[in-house]
C-alpha cells in the first residue's frame, strides 16, 4: 500500500508540473502571438497616421506591458485605417465610445470634487479691492511672459458655456496640420476642460494624457468677470494651436450658433450620424 501511495504522489507531481508547464508554454505563445500582432499595427499606424511618432514612446509602453490589453485598445483603430478618412464617400463611425472617456469622472463631472481655486496660483489679496477692468489687465500682465494663454471672459458666456457643458460634456475639435487634420478631444469637469488628442485616447481610453487643460475662474463673478487659464504640453501642441483648440471650444459652447448647436447635439445624441467632415468644415469657414 505504502509503495501503490507513492506511486501516486509521483504521477499527481508530475501532472501538476505538466499541466504548468503546458499553461506556460500556452500563455508565452499566446503573448508571443498578440506581441506579433501589436508589432504589426503599430508598424500599420506609422506608415498611415502622420502624427504617430508624437506619441510613439507612450504608445509603446503600453504595448510593451501587456501586449493583449494593447491589442484590444487597438481594435477599433485598426477598424478605422480600413475606412476612407476624407469625403462623401466615408463610412460614418459611432462615435458614442467617446461619451464617458473617464469613468472616473462621472460622478464628479461639473462638481465640486475637481474644482481649481484662484489662489492656488495668485494671491487674492493683490486683486480683491481692484475693479473688474483692473483683474482683467492684471491677469493678462500676469501670464504675458508664460507658457500659457489666458484671457477673461464675459459671466454671461461662462454661464452659457456650463449650461452647454452638462448637456455635451464631450465633444471633439479639429486642428489644422501640414499632413491635414488633427483631432483632440475635449471633456469637461468641474471647472476644468480636459483635451486630450483622439489617437492617444483610442490607445490609452482613460489613461491617456492631455494635451490641453483649461480652467475657468469664478472668484470675482462678482465684478463681472471670469478669468480662463490654458496650461499645454509643448511636445504636442504649440501656442497657436492651443488657441486655435479654445477659440473653436468657446464657439461651440458659449455662442448662440444654430449650426455648431446642432453638431453638439448630433454628437450626444446621435453619434452615429456625426460626421467629423462636418467639424472640420465648420473651422474653414471661420473668417478671423
Request: charged share 25%; aromatic share 8%.
Amino acid at each position: 500500500m505504502a509503495i501503490i501511495a507513492v506511486v501516486r504522489q509521483i504521477v499527481h507531481y508530475h501532472y501538476r508540473h505538466l499541466v504548468a508547464h503546458h499553461y506556460s508554454v500556452t500563455r508565452s505563445l499566446r503573448m508571443s502571438s498578440a506581441r506579433v500582432r501589436s508589432e504589426k499595427v503599430l508598424e500599420n499606424m506609422k506608415e498611415n497616421n502622420p502624427f504617430f511618432e508624437k506619441y510613439a514612446t507612450k504608445i509603446a509602453s503600453v504595448q510593451q506591458r501587456s501586449p493583449e490589453e494593447f491589442l484590444d485598445r487597438l481594435n477599433s483603430v485598426e477598424k478605422e485605417q480600413k475606412k476612407p478618412k476624407f469625403g462623401p464617400s466615408e463610412v460614418q463611425r459611432d462615435y458614442s465610445e467617446l461619451l464617458r472617456p473617464k469613468e472616473a469622472l462621472d460622478k464628479s463631472a461639473l462638481g465640486n470634487g475637481t474644482h481649481r481655486k484662484l489662489s492656488d496660483i495668485m494671491r487674492l489679496e493683490l486683486l480683491d479691492d481692484k475693479s473688474g477692468d483692473d483683474i482683467k489687465h492684471l491677469w493678462l500682465e500676469y501670464h504675458r511672459n508664460k507658457d500659457v494663454i489666458s484671457a477673461s471672459i464675459p459671466v454671461e458666456q461662462h454661464q452659457l458655456m456650463m449650461t452647454r457643458a452638462k448637456e455635451h460634456p464631450v465633444f471633439i475639435l479639429p486642428i489644422p496640420r501640414s499632413q491635414g487634420y488633427e483631432f483632440i478631444m475635449l471633456q469637461f469637469s468641474g471647472n476644468t476642460i480636459h483635451f486630450t488628442p483622439l489617437i492617444t485616447y483610442q490607445v490609452h481610453k482613460e489613461d491617456a494624457p492631455e494635451c490641453l487643460n483649461i480652467t475657468l475662474y469664478t472668484e470675482y463673478v462678482d465684478k463681472g468677470v471670469v478669468l480662463m487659464r490654458g496650461e499645454y504640453d509643448t511636445k504636442v501642441i504649440n501656442a497657436q494651436e492651443a488657441q486655435c483648440l479654445v477659440n473653436q471650444m468657446q464657439l461651440y459652447y458659449s455662442q448662440q450658433n444654430q449650426t455648431k448647436l446642432q453638431l453638439l447635439e448630433k454628437f450626444t445624441k446621435h453619434p452615429d450620424q456625426f460626421k467629423h467632415m462636418d467639424v472640420i468644415e465648420e473651422l474653414n469657414n471661420l473668417k478671423i
